[in-house]
């Protein structure tokens, strides 16, 4: 019972001087509705065909009829992107006498829904982000969760030949889990809660 009335009045006090603090306060991050744009960086797949040769020991090469060699060159592409979500920004500079108390540099972890650009749409990207600046201007990185295509040859092969008339896609849409970039910057962030030190509204007259 002599346990239960200490705990109870040391979160009381906790309550109290979180409550009471405006220093304290000044630390709780900010929840903020952002909104902005930037790039998306994921790895496309693709295939480049060329006309089959074989080469001798000496380096000399020569043209193989009726075949051709396909390769895997897939690479990073980056396209632009919209994107919109939640970030809770702790801010890095508190004075009680600043009039944007809200609007102050500071850093913060975000959620974002991006709207990435793929051959069949727009396609919608869960996002976590890492934010930099003032609420209404801010660069962000983060990485998206989606799958991306795959170059898929026999044997899991780089290269493989081919007759010259065999069909040339091997590539399996949405088929991997890929690391997917995404890097850009807030245009415009309206905050959910407001600093403990902004000043009340005076009525007028």
Known sequence: MRGRSVASALVVLLLGCAAGSAQAQAWLPRVEISAGGGFIGS??????????????????????????????????VWKPSLASGLVFRWRLRYREDDPAPDDVFGLGVGGQMIFA???????????????AGTKSQQLFFGFAFG?????????????????????????????????????GIVIDGVAITKGTNEPEAKPKG
């Open 117 to 131: 650009s793929v051959p069949e749409g727009t396609r919608l990207l869960p996002a976590v982000t890492v934010h």
């Open 147 to 183: 799958t991306t295509d795959k170059v898929a040859f026999p044997g899991d092969a780089s290269h493989i030949r081919v007759a010259g008339g065999a069909s040339t896609d091997f590539v399996l849409p949405h088929a991997t889990k890929r690391p997917i970039y995404f890097v």
């Open 43 to 76: 790895r496309a797949a693709e295939i480049t065909s060329r006309g089959a040769t074989d080469c001798d020991p000496a380096g000399k090469c020569a043209a193989v009829a009726g075949m051709q060699d396909l390769f895997d060159t897939s690479h990073y």
